[in-house]
């Protein structure tokens, strides 16, 4: 089956620290890699994605790339601040089945302080 | 565009009592989904729709029913709440698109509560 590992939260670092969230993932066959945001008191937003192996997704600073070899799509951000706190989902979409459906990690809390 | 909404926000129930949670979204997304979301557990999808009129169990469907009736709305029902239930309840919905990368959109969540 498919399944999501994410790092256990919570993370926390000072403003302008640097940010790795690590996931890895089990798919059967080739997935698409997301991730997500969730800011306290809302849903869930997509964050970036990545289709195929070597792909980078980036946005707001953040990064994360698509390693085939190693199964893993780790998070990163050069230099966090306070307004990145939340909680960061790694998810996987495989195109069988139907119904775009989604495998969410079980997700990381990131604290920012000042 | 509201996106996709929920109602209501919070909510607590009894032991046994039922109730019905309304997704809408104002996108004309074919597909939508219902997740709920455990501390310690990501979220796990409950049922889904493909389009009007079809439904479809996903990872922890047991307890909940759900009906697509119209394209903009997808209901969650329980119809005996059990404390195991308690959690914040999530809908999403996302665009068909064949081999696309279909962004799923979230609504801002329920919080249920099982007493």
């Known amino acids: 089956g498919n399944s999501v590992t994410q790092m256990e939260g919570p993370v926390t670092l000072s403003e302008e620290a640097f940010l790795t969230i690590n996931c890895t993932y089990t798919a059967t066959g080739y997935p698409s890699l997301f991730w997500y945001v969730q800011y306290p008191g809302e849903g869930l937003q997509l964050l970036l994605k990545a289709t195929k192996a070597d792909d980078k997704g980036s946005n707001k600073g953040f990064e994360a790339t698509y390693r085939k070899e190693t199964t893993s799509f780790h998070l990163e951000k050069g230099s966090v601040q306070v307004s990145d706190s939340a909680v960061y989902f790694c998810a996987l979409r495989v195109l069988t089945g139907g119904g775009n459906k989604l495998t969410f990690g079980t997700g990381t809390q990131l604290k920012v302080e000042l | 565009n509201a996106g996709v909404t929920q109602t209501p926000k919070f909510r607590v129930l009894k032991t046994g009592q039922s109730m019905t949670l309304l997704c809408a979204q104002d996108?004309?997304?074919?597909?939508m989904y219902w997740y709920r979301q455990d501390p310690g557990m990501g979220l796990r999808l409950i049922h889904y729709?493909?389009?009007?009129?079809?439904?479809a169990k996903g990872e922890v469907p047991d307890g909940y029913n759900v009906s697509r009736l119209k394209k903009q709305n997808f209901l969650l029902g329980l119809e005996s709440a059990a404390p195991s239930q308690t959690s914040v309840y999530f809908c999403?919905?996302?665009?068909?698109?064949?081999?696309?990368?279909?962004?799923?959109?979230f609504g801002p969540g329920t919080r249920l509560t099982v007493l």
């Open positions: 999403a919905s996302s665009q068909y698109q064949a081999g696309g990368l279909n962004e799923q959109f």
């Open positions: 996108m004309n997304h074919e597909y």
């Open positions: 729709s493909v389009g009007e009129g079809t439904t």
